[in-house]
């Protein structure tokens, strides 16, 4: 069975940082894209970053271009995104997502980053 | 990186067939068939029903069906069902390897 769990969410003040981290387990990781998608309470989803197989290909939003890094290590079946100057329009519950067939195959349950001050 | 365009809400009797619309552009939906769709009940993860425009995952039910047209794709719900009742996402690959979702449609089941 496919999980993925995610932790490092939680109250950080503008400007400051956050490392989110996904632990997946249940499936042969180093085969798969990656993908991290947020949604804002309330609202839609929006996705935020990819990373393929074997981090040489990583992407980003335009929205978060340039304040967060993607990246994942194999050896530990583990996804990572540091979130750096956030500002409250960050504010958001992440989810961790493993691909398959160019779409989000299977999602964490997310964990929640709320950037106020 | 512009959202897709969804209908904020559709509705339909059990029993009826509704179809979600997607509208984005030739450099995204359009240019590519690598559209999915996106089932969400309230407080719970977003669930994956249609990939590659038509190809639906194993255990979705096959009342769920996805098109594309032009720069449009569709979402068709048939015989409808109570459990339907959740929010809608599609979502396609766009060019400059990037993603981008349409902004949510509400099915209602009355």
């Known amino acids: 069975e496919v999980q993925l769990v995610e932790s490092g969410g939680g109250l950080v003040q503008p400007g400051r940082s956050l490392r989110l981290s996904c632990a997946a387990s249940g499936f042969n990781f180093d085969d798969y894209a990656m993908h991290w998608v947020r949604q804002a309470p309330g609202k839609g989803l929006e996705w935020v970053s990819s990373?393929?197989?074997?981090?040489?290909?990583?992407d980003y939003a335009d929205s978060v271009k340039g304040r967060f890094t993607i990246s994942r290590d194999n050896a530990k079946n583990s996804l990572y995104l540091q979130m750096n100057s956030l500002r409250p329009e960050d504010t958001a519950l992440y989810y961790c997502?493993?691909?398959?067939?160019?779409?989000?195959?299977?999602w964490g349950q997310g964990t929640l980053v709320t950037v106020s001050s | 990186q512009s959202a897709l365009t969804q209908p904020a809400s559709v509705s339909g009797s059990p029993g009826q067939s509704i179809t979600i619309s997607c509208t984005g552009t030739s450099s995204d939906v359009g240019g590519y068939n690598y559209v999915s769709w996106y089932q969400q009940h309230p407080g719970k993860a977003p669930k994956l029903m249609i990939y590659?425009?038509?190809n639906r995952p194993s255990g979705v039910s096959n009342r769920f069906s996805g098109s594309k047209s032009g720069n449009t794709a569709s979402l068709t719900i048939s015989g409808l069902q109570a459990e339907d009742e959740a929010d809608y996402y599609c979502?396609?690959?766009?060019?400059?390897?990037?993603?981008?979702f349409g902004g949510g449609t509400k099915l209602t089941v009355l």
């Open positions: 997502i493993k691909d398959s067939y160019w779409a989000f195959q299977y």
């Open positions: 990373i393929n197989w074997d981090s040489g290909s990583l």
């Open positions: 979502n396609s690959y766009a060019s400059t390897n990037t993603r981008v």
């Open positions: 590659e425009v038509s």
